[in-house]
């Protein structure tokens, strides 16, 4: 009882972090091993380092990757899961990049600025539309193309675009001017190639 209780605690911290409204991204180098390949998995973006290596290695621990095996899969595939949950491998970062894991691929030197970047890009998506989005996502991934589903994307984006924020970042665009959350955003007037 004890030990589930411990395995169900370990499994909320990944559904957590994938299910969280606030954009994550995984800054990524070094020895990922594991649970930290499942962190990786599930957060929104993932930027790592031409050092960083992977190895989910349970199996030759005797035991699976079960808890992250839901975010593995999403990011990664059944076919690549196969493969690398099987055989315990480890793998490098281009390998990362090339099946799902990584989103970019930089110098350890670069890492940082890369992340700025992308919060950058980040920062100018409107702050509910973010987690609309996120959401958005959630339901739709292995929905199917359904009348159901076709439905709800026309409510999805008729109730989005009549809220506030989305008014705002509409006369923002037809007026070519910055929408009112960016410059609050990045603390500074943001570049204009950063608008949209």
Same mark, same amino acid.
């Given at each position: *009882?004890?030990?589930?209780?411990?395995?169900?605690?370990?499994?909320?911290?990944?559904?957590?972090?994938?299910?969280?409204?606030?954009?994550?991204?995984? =800054?990524?180098?070094?020895?990922? =091993?594991?649970?930290?390949?499942?962190?990786?998995?599930?957060?929104?973006?993932?930027?790592?380092?031409?050092?960083?290596? @992977? $190895?989910?290695? *349970?199996?030759r621990l005797g035991i699976v990757p079960a808890m992250i095996s839901p975010y593995v899969v999403a990011a990664i595939g059944e076919?690549?899961?196969?493969?690398? @949950?099987?055989?315990? *491998? *480890? @793998?490098?970062? !281009?390998?990362?990049?090339?099946?799902?894991?990584?989103?970019?691929?930089?110098?350890?030197?670069?890492?940082?600025? =890369?992340?700025?970047?992308?919060?950058?890009?980040?920062?100018?998506?409107?702050?509910? !539309?973010?987690?609309?989005?996120?959401?958005?996502?959630? $339901?739709?991934?292995?929905?199917?193309?359904?009348?159901?589903?076709?439905?709800?994307?026309?409510?999805?984006?008729?109730?989005?675009?009549?809220?506030?924020?989305?008014?705002?970042?509409?006369?923002? @665009?037809?007026?070519?001017?910055?929408?009112?959350?960016?410059?609050?955003?990045?603390?500074?007037?943001?570049?204009?190639?950063n608008r949209r």
């Amino acid at each position: *009882e004890q030990n589930r209780k411990a395995a169900l605690a370990s499994a909320q911290i990944f559904h957590t972090l994938h299910t969280l409204k606030k954009p994550t991204i995984a =800054r990524v180098h070094g020895a990922v =091993r594991g649970g930290g390949v499942g962190l990786v998995a599930a957060c929104d973006i993932a930027i790592g380092s031409r050092d960083a290596t @992977f $190895r989910l290695s *349970e199996v030759r621990l005797g035991i699976v990757p079960a808890m992250i095996s839901p975010y593995v899969v999403a990011a990664i595939g059944e076919r690549h899961a196969r493969r690398y @949950f099987v055989s315990g *491998e *480890e @793998f490098d970062s !281009a390998e990362a990049y090339r099946i799902g894991l990584l989103h970019d691929l930089v110098e350890f030197d670069h890492l940082n600025a =890369r992340i700025g970047e992308m919060l950058s890009q980040v920062y100018c998506g409107g702050p509910h !539309a973010i987690v609309a989005a996120k959401q958005q996502i959630s $339901r739709v991934a292995h929905a199917g193309i359904t009348a159901a589903v076709v439905a709800d994307t026309a409510n999805t984006i008729a109730d989005i675009r009549a809220t506030a924020e989305a008014q705002e970042g509409l006369a923002a @665009f037809l007026e070519k001017r910055q929408a009112a959350w960016i410059a609050p955003a990045l603390g500074k007037k943001a570049k204009k190639g950063n608008r949209r």
